[in-house]
């Protein structure tokens, strides 16, 4: 009752709010931006009024507004990275709607150019009141990186990996990891497309930007992330292109990418744009310091040894077609695509578990459908579809009654590798997705966004040396809607958010009730529904057009996922008792960006709040994930970016998270508090820093080309591996502190049309280790080509 009230107070406030109306009669500004030379739209471009906090970033279309103009004359400037920037005076009467589209020259520079002209997406993203990061991937496009590794050197992210290409890895925002941390690609999840698509498997090439939300989601993501989300945005050019790339590096690992586009000459042609990657690798890096047996000295002894049962590929491939700029339809495309993986299974949760036949491999075919249409049936309102259904499948065989040892020797044992009995496990989840997004300007300082998402799996699990199929399928549904209404004041200066979710998730299971008398199990059939309410808000005001504070908070839900609840056929066990988590997430911060002539700094500070409830993390000792009561993560993050010209620009940042047990009794009615109240959560790292240096120059080896050199360097404070109730100091083991650093060296001919890039990683060789203390690779070599032509 107490909760309605609530819900209906803040309706009301915002109601109010929204009918409010100004005094003034401000103009408007719209337009298109193009290439002079091509007429394409060109999308990401900074239009800004001068001498005024006033512009806006073009569309994917080209298109752009800018509301709250005062009359008068007003100079605009217009900019894209790789183009001639432009200026233009114009004159605004009050009320006035005027339109002027904007053509900007050739590059005049190449792809791999970091030359700033106005405010990037990227920092315009920072900007907002959201805390997100905003990457520019293109700036590493003649590398061998892939999503994740770049990532990994953003602010407040780490990623720990369990051992080379391929391997499963744990992915942490501001201290919350795991499930709690949400996937997509161009705002669609990116796990619809199958278990094959993972940040460590796509290529850089293959993404144009990625942002990285923390704590607190807008609605329109449709998502019921804790911890935060990953959106990957791939190039939304309606133009002509072809960019492909492969690589060649140690350990035998080979990485392939190719995306291009075609459409016909006349506008609403046809539009084709197909992408696709490989990758494999023997993973056969030297493991230093690992035990073996020794016959001679009868006695277990360390020795370097390389992985011998570590292969991984991986394979990926879309087709997309359709239309934009119709008068139904502004976007509207269909693709289909496929993907897989095979992967030998090297170790268990820690490196003393060595296997030498297990086995994993997956597949996934998909089909969707994308439609986008601005000012549906009236002015203001905007609508966004998305569906798509997807059949994954995964295949986890161990059957072999041997031991394996690091030196690849073998004896014969009662069970297999993994577990009790010999198994073909088959893991079938087909899914069903869609999502709806509603978006209303009732005015210049009023909007409206809804969002509903469903998200429908079923899950069947079995052991083909058991049973020929699994009967009894498992079911979970998801439904997640949001309503948010954003208020702007003070010629933009202000920015409030107000939000409220609903969670819903089916539950639709069979549990084991007995054992029949021929041994036959019976199963009982249990359906659940289970709903949940989340609100928050997000505010932003600039004191200075260049200077701004921002705070942002979000009591959320976050449902569990397939994996945590039904297993995944190899280290994890079902556990169909697990409940939702949830957390109240606040983040406060400050940001400031100037450029002074070719000099260009932006720098952030924030500080951030997490207190999770049932919080849902793995037990290795159980194999299985399992709820905590409580966890608050509470830290400092800040980073501080400088750039001259397009000749050297540099970078740090550095995060600080404390991750506490707040449980403090692990029973109802228990009087004993738990021996780990307190402590701060194993397993993760708590203090990292980063830090980027490149010097390039243009033109020095022919005209049309740049030579760059890039130093990135990875600093990682020791932190426990298990709690530190369980030991002391000089007994409880600890993953010890780490220092890494990576140098690439890349070059471009003829405008960044034909690249190649050189990179060592771990340069002097440190000895890393990662989630788990598993050892990752030591010093690797690599080299990548690349063609790109639009």
């Known amino acids: 009752m107490q909760l309605r009230k609530i819900w209906q107070t803040i309706f009301f406030v915002l109601l109010s709010t929204a009918l409010y109306a100004q005094?003034?009669?401000?103009?408007?500004?719209?337009?298109?931006?193009?290439?002079?030379?091509?007429?394409?739209?060109?999308?990401?471009?900074?239009?800004?009024?001068?001498?005024?906090?006033?512009?806006?970033?073009?569309?994917?279309?080209?298109?752009?507004?800018?509301?709250?103009?005062?009359?008068?004359?007003?100079?605009?400037?217009?900019?894209?990275?790789?183009?001639?920037?432009?200026?233009?005076?114009?004159?605004?009467?009050?009320?006035?709607?005027?339109?002027?589209?904007?053509?900007?020259?050739?590059?005049?520079?190449?792809l791999q150019e970091v030359q700033v002209y106005g405010k990037t997406t990227a920092q315009i993203l920072k900007e907002q009141a959201f805390t997100v990061n905003a990457i520019d991937t293109r700036q590493y496009a003649n590398t061998t990186a892939?999503?994740?590794?770049?990532?990994?050197?953003?602010?407040?992210?780490?990623?720990?990996?369990?051992?080379?290409?391929?391997?499963?890895?744990?992915?942490?925002?501001?201290?919350?990891?795991?499930?709690?941390?949400?996937?997509?690609?161009?705002?669609?999840?990116?796990?619809v497309m199958g278990s094959a698509m993972s940040l460590n498997n796509i290529p850089v090439n293959l993404a144009k930007r990625v942002e990285v939300f923390k704590g607190v989601v807008p609605v329109d993501f449709g998502s019921d992330a804790l911890g935060g989300i990953v959106n990957v945005v791939t190039n939304q050019n309606i133009g002509k292109y072809l960019d492909a790339s492969y690589s060649y590096g140690s350990f035998n690992t080979h990485r392939a990418a190719l995306s291009g586009q075609l459409r016909g000459d006349s506008?609403?042609?046809?539009?084709?744009?197909?992408?696709?990657?490989?990758?494999?690798?023997?993973?056969?890096?030297?493991?230093?310091?690992?035990?073996?047996?020794?016959?001679?000295?009868?006695?277990?002894?360390?020795?370097?040894?390389?992985?011998?049962?570590?292969?991984?590929?991986?394979?990926?491939?879309?087709?997309?077609?359709?239309?934009?700029?119709?008068?139904?339809?502004?976007?509207?495309?269909a693709s289909v695509s496929y993907s897989g993986y095979m992967q030998d299974l090297q170790t268990g949760i820690d490196q003393q578990m060595v296997y030498g036949a297990v086995t994993r491999k997956?597949?996934?075919?998909?089909?969707?459908?994308?439609?986008?249409?601005?000012?549906?049936?009236?002015?203001?309102?905007?609508?966004?579809?998305?569906?798509?259904?997807?059949?994954?499948?995964?295949?986890?065989?161990?059957?072999?009654?041997?031991?394996?040892?690091?030196?690849?020797?073998?004896?014969?044992?009662?069970?297999p590798e993994m577990s009790n009995q010999r198994s073909i496990n088959h893991i079938i989840r087909p899914r069903t997705f869609a999502r709806l997004n509603l978006s209303y300007d009732l005015n210049d300082h009023h909007s409206f966004n809804l969002n509903y998402t469903f998200d429908n799996l079923q899950n069947k699990t079995y052991n083909e040396l058991i049973q020929p199929k699994d009967n009894n399928p498992s079911f979970l549904r998801k439904h997640v809607?949001?309503?948010?209404?954003?208020?702007?004041?003070?010629?933009?200066?202000?920015?409030?958010?107000?939000?409220?979710?609903?969670?819903?998730?089916?539950?639709?299971?069979?549990?084991?009730?007995?054992?029949?008398?021929?041994g036959s199990i019976i199963y009982e059939r249990k359906k659940d529904f289970l709903e949940y309410y989340g609100y928050g808000i997000a505010s932003r005001y600039k004191i200075l057009p260049d200077l701004g504070v921002k705070a942002s908070f979000e009591h959320s839900y976050r449902l569990q996922e397939a994996e945590e609840m039904f297993g995944n056929g190899y280290l994890t066990v079902p556990n169909l008792d697990l409940k939702p988590e949830g957390s109240d997430n606040i983040n406060i911060g400050i940001f400031y960006g100037k450029r002074f002539g070719k000099h260009s700094l932006f720098t952030e500070a924030s500080w951030f709040y997490r207190n999770a409830n049932d919080f849902i993390y793995y037990v290795p000792a159980s194999k299985r994930y399992e709820n905590k009561a409580s966890v608050r993560v509470d830290g400092l993050e800040g980073e501080i970016r400088y750039q001259y010209a397009d000749l050297l620009g540099a970078s740090v940042n550095a995060s600080y998270q404390n991750s506490i047990n707040t449980t403090k009794f692990s029973r109802p009615g228990s009087t004993s508090p738990e021996i780990t109240y307190l402590n701060r959560v194993p397993n993760q790292p708590?203090?990292?820093?980063?830090?980027?240096?490149?010097?390039?120059?243009n033109d020095l080896l022919g005209k049309g080309s740049r030579l760059q050199l890039n130093w990135y360097t990875q600093y990682?404070?020791?932190?426990?591996?298990?709690?530190?109730?369980?030991?002391?100091?000089?007994?409880?083991?600890?993953?010890?502190?780490?220092?890494?650093?990576?140098?690439?060296?890349?070059?471009?001919?003829?405008?960044?049309?034909?690249?190649?890039?050189?990179?060592?990683?771990?340069?002097?060789?440190?000895?890393?280790?990662?989630?788990f203390r598993l050892q990752k690779p030591g010093r690797s070599f690599s080299v990548k080509l690349r063609y790109f032509i639009q």
């Open 481 to 518: 809607a949001g309503l948010a209404y954003q208020q702007t004041f003070f010629n933009n200066r202000l920015v409030n958010t107000f939000f409220g979710k609903f969670y819903g998730i089916g539950i639709e299971q069979s549990r084991v009730l007995q054992f029949d008398t021929d």
């Open 146 to 191: 892939d999503l994740n590794q770049i990532l990994n050197r953003s602010t407040g992210v780490r990623i720990r990996e369990q051992g080379g290409v391929g391997s499963d890895f744990n992915f942490s925002i501001n201290g919350l990891s795991g499930k709690s941390v949400k996937y997509f690609i161009d705002g669609i999840p990116l796990d």
């Open 716 to 771: 990682v404070h020791w932190f426990y591996l298990s709690w530190k109730a369980f030991g002391n100091i000089n007994s409880n083991p600890v993953i010890p502190e780490q220092l890494v650093h990576n140098a690439i060296l890349t070059y471009s001919m003829k405008e960044g049309k034909y690249n190649i890039g050189v990179e060592c990683r771990n340069l002097t060789n440190e000895l890393a280790y990662d989630n």
């Open 362 to 415: 997956g597949d996934a075919a998909s089909a969707a459908v994308r439609y986008r249409k601005n000012n549906l049936f009236t002015n203001g309102l905007h609508a966004n579809f998305f569906a798509s259904y997807s059949a994954d499948k995964i295949d986890v065989t161990d059957t072999t009654f041997r031991q394996f040892g690091w030196d690849g020797s073998s004896k014969p044992t009662s069970k």
């Open 23 to 110: 005094t003034s009669n401000p103009a408007v500004l719209s337009g298109t931006v193009r290439a002079t030379a091509t007429g394409n739209p060109i999308p990401g471009a900074t239009i800004r009024i001068s001498n005024t906090s006033a512009g806006a970033v073009s569309d994917n279309n080209g298109h752009y507004t800018i509301k709250q103009l005062p009359a008068g004359k007003h100079t605009v400037e217009v900019s894209s990275i790789g183009f001639q920037s432009f200026s233009q005076q114009i004159s605004l009467q009050a009320g006035q709607s005027l339109t002027v589209n904007f053509q900007l020259e050739e590059p005049v520079a190449g």
């Open 686 to 697: 708590w203090l990292f820093w980063n830090a980027d240096f490149n010097i390039g120059k």
């Open 267 to 333: 506008a609403g042609s046809l539009i084709v744009k197909a992408s696709a990657f490989y990758n494999y690798s023997d993973n056969n890096y030297l493991m230093r310091g690992v035990e073996v047996w020794d016959e001679k000295q009868y006695d277990y002894v360390k020795k370097d040894l390389r992985r011998f049962h570590d292969q991984y590929k991986s394979m990926m491939g879309q087709v997309e077609a359709g239309v934009v700029n119709k008068k139904w339809a502004d976007v509207l495309f």
